[in-house]
Nanobody, 116 residues
Framework: QVQLVESGGGLVQPGGSLMLYCVASGDTFNIVTMDWYRQPPGKQREFVARVTREGTTDYAESVKGRFTIVREYDWSKGYLQMNSLKPEDTAMYYC??????????WGPGTQVTVSS
């Protein structure tokens, strides 16, 4: 099993930056992808970014050029650097990992609020 805990959320003004952290523990050697998702108020959870075991990355169109996903080599931590934040980035942000055998794990989330 993999345990995930996110942190780094908070209140930030439009145009500001935040870095989110995802600390992973347990069977991290089995992880093949780490994703960030978000759930805006009153909306469904949506994909934000992914990093794979091979180091490739993928982003939602809405965050391309503004967000960067990075991971530690041993999967012990993942990061989501968020720049040029907009009010529409306000959401609960979740870290998600998938293992070689297909198990998917989620953290409890961290709240990001972009407001003046």
């Amino acid at each position: 099993q993999v345990q995930l805990v996110e942190s780094g959320g908070g209140l930030v003004q439009p145009g500001g930056s935040l870095m989110l952290y995802c600390v992973a523990s347990g069977d991290t050697f089995n992880i093949v992808t780490m994703d960030w998702y978000r759930q805006p108020p009153g909306k469904q959870r949506e994909f934000v970014a992914r990093v794979t075991r091979e180091g490739t990355t993928d982003y939602a169109e809405s965050v391309k050029g503004r967000f960067t996903i990075v991971r530690e080599y041993d999967w012990s931590k993942g990061y989501l650097q968020m720049n040029s934040l907009k009010p529409e980035d306000t959401a609960m942000y979740y870290c998600n990992t998938r293992t070689q055998t297909g198990e998917v794990y989620w953290g409890p989330g961290t709240q990001v609020t972009v407001s003046s």
